[in-house]
């Protein structure tokens, strides 16, 4: 009988896995089924046009004649304008990452029948915290959550918090974890994650002595069009000089200036904090890259419940020890 319930709690557990798979066949495109394709194959043909553009922004400069004089020109820097991302895309992706909390929080729930845990002055989901010792110390209802959990599913869930290591910057190894969260928690509430392309300033400086290259006015905090100025030494480089140094910022890999304009896809939010323990009570956020997230999120959801299933077998086979899977599905 025993191991009859143990091989109906890994099929359980085993679905879990398999529901970001099964879910993701059924997509509704104009009131007809998807062909097959899953949600994260959907976002990623629907993003394709803008994933697939260069990581740095062709530049198209323009001098202001008006505003430039001696030893010094004054030009503006942009880059081309792009389509709308489909909106389709973002509930989509507002799907998966609702898919993905559903699956650790149905574990939870299956491990919870199967053993006949008490229910009562619990919440019975799989928690994901931003400071998951914090919280421990803090939430009562946590506490009696995990100690009515065996020792080593404790271990599991533990493992995949976003546990900040107190390197050098200190990011969480499973930024997964938060991006489930709070993604998840915005489109509950009907606020649906976006889809953006990125285009911000990422480098600008020059490598040749007798030049000074400032941004003008930084407003749009590095988003184009930018203004610039660039001083230069006429004892050093003429005017003919500077202007063949701005016309150059147009074609790949120019020198001796350098203006790097960024662009790319992001999950977007406006806060998923990150709690770093050196900044105390600060924090500042992050966009994970659109691509990071479809390939990691997916990644850390099997990752976790393979891990809670070898310690069901484990714990049905009598053991004592058991072997958890090394991370291998951050973001």
Same mark, same amino acid.
């Given at each position: 009988?025993?191991?009859?319930?143990?091989?109906?709690?890994?099929?359980?557990l085993?679905?879990?896995?398999?529901?970001?798979r099964n879910?993701?066949? @059924?997509? /509704?495109?104009r009131?007809?089924v998807?062909?097959?394709?899953?949600q994260?194959e959907?976002?990623?043909?629907l993003?394709?046009?803008?994933?697939?553009l260069?990581? @740095?922004?062709?530049l198209a400069?323009t001098?202001?004649?008006?505003?430039?004089?001696?030893g010094? %020109?004054?030009?503006?820097?942009d880059v081309?304008?792009l389509l709308?991302l489909?909106?389709?895309?973002? %509930?989509?992706?507002?799907n998966? &990452?609702?898919d993905?909390?559903?699956?650790?929080?149905?574990?939870?729930?299956a !491990?919870?029948?199967r053993y006949? /845990?008490?229910?009562k002055? &619990?919440?019975?989901?799989?928690?994901?915290?931003?400071?998951f010792?914090?919280?421990?110390?803090?939430?009562?209802? !946590?506490? =009696? %959550?995990?100690?009515?959990?065996d020792?080593?599913f404790?271990? &599991?869930?533990?493992?995949?918090?976003p546990? @900040?290591?107190?390197?050098?910057?200190?990011?969480?190894?499973? $930024?997964?974890? !938060? +991006?489930i969260s709070? $993604?998840?928690?915005?489109?509950?509430?009907? =606020?649906?994650?976006?889809?953006?392309?990125?285009?911000? $300033?990422?480098?600008?400086?020059t490598?040749?002595l007798?030049?000074?290259l400032?941004?003008?006015?930084?407003?749009?905090?590095?988003?184009p069009?930018l203004?610039?100025?660039?001083?230069f030494?006429?004892?050093?480089?003429?005017?003919?000089?500077a202007?063949?140094f701005?016309?150059?910022?147009e074609?790949?890999y120019?020198t001796?200036?350098?203006?790097?304009?960024s662009?790319? /896809?992001?999950?977007?939010?406006q806060?998923i904090?990150?709690?770093p323990?050196?900044?105390?009570?600060?924090? +500042?956020?992050f966009?994970a890259? /659109?691509d990071d997230l479809?390939?990691?999120?997916?990644? @850390?959801i099997r %990752?976790t419940l393979?891990?809670?299933?070898?310690v069901?077998?484990n714990?049905?086979?009598g053991?004592?020890?058991?072997?958890?899977l090394?991370?291998?599905?951050t973001?």
């Amino acid at each position: 009988m025993r191991d009859a319930s143990a091989r109906n709690l890994a099929r359980r557990l085993r679905s879990c896995t398999e529901k970001l798979r099964n879910r993701q066949r @059924y997509l /509704l495109t104009r009131g007809t089924v998807s062909h097959g394709l899953s949600q994260v194959e959907r976002v990623r043909t629907l993003c394709e046009p803008w994933s697939q553009l260069p990581i @740095y922004a062709p530049l198209a400069i323009t001098v202001d004649e008006s505003a430039s004089s001696e030893g010094r %020109f004054e030009f503006m820097v942009d880059v081309q304008r792009l389509l709308e991302l489909p909106l389709a895309a973002n %509930f989509i992706l507002g799907n998966i &990452v609702t898919d993905a909390r559903s699956c650790l929080d149905m574990a939870i729930e299956a !491990l919870w029948s199967r053993y006949a /845990l008490d229910r009562k002055g &619990v919440i019975v989901q799989f928690p994901l915290e931003d400071d998951f010792t914090k919280k421990c110390s803090e939430d009562a209802r !946590l506490r =009696n %959550f995990l100690s009515r959990l065996d020792d080593k599913f404790v271990e &599991v869930i533990e493992q995949a918090q976003p546990d @900040y290591v107190d390197g050098l910057l200190d990011i969480p190894e499973n $930024l997964s974890a !938060l +991006f489930i969260s709070h $993604l998840s928690n915005a489109n509950k509430h009907r =606020n649906i994650t976006p889809v953006v392309f990125r285009v911000a $300033l990422s480098m600008m400086g020059t490598d040749k002595l007798g030049l000074n290259l400032a941004l003008i006015d930084d407003s749009s905090h590095g988003v184009p069009p930018l203004r610039f100025a660039l001083n230069f030494d006429i004892g050093k480089h003429s005017e003919q000089d500077a202007r063949s140094f701005i016309a150059a910022l147009e074609r790949p890999y120019s020198t001796p200036l350098h203006v790097e304009v960024s662009q790319r /896809l992001v999950v977007d939010r406006q806060e998923i904090p990150l709690l770093p323990r050196r900044l105390g009570d600060s924090t +500042f956020s992050f966009r994970a890259g /659109l691509d990071d997230l479809l390939t990691k999120v997916p990644e @850390y959801i099997r %990752f976790t419940l393979r891990n809670l299933n070898r310690v069901h077998h484990n714990i049905q086979n009598g053991g004592n020890e058991v072997y958890l899977l090394d991370r291998n599905g951050t973001l």
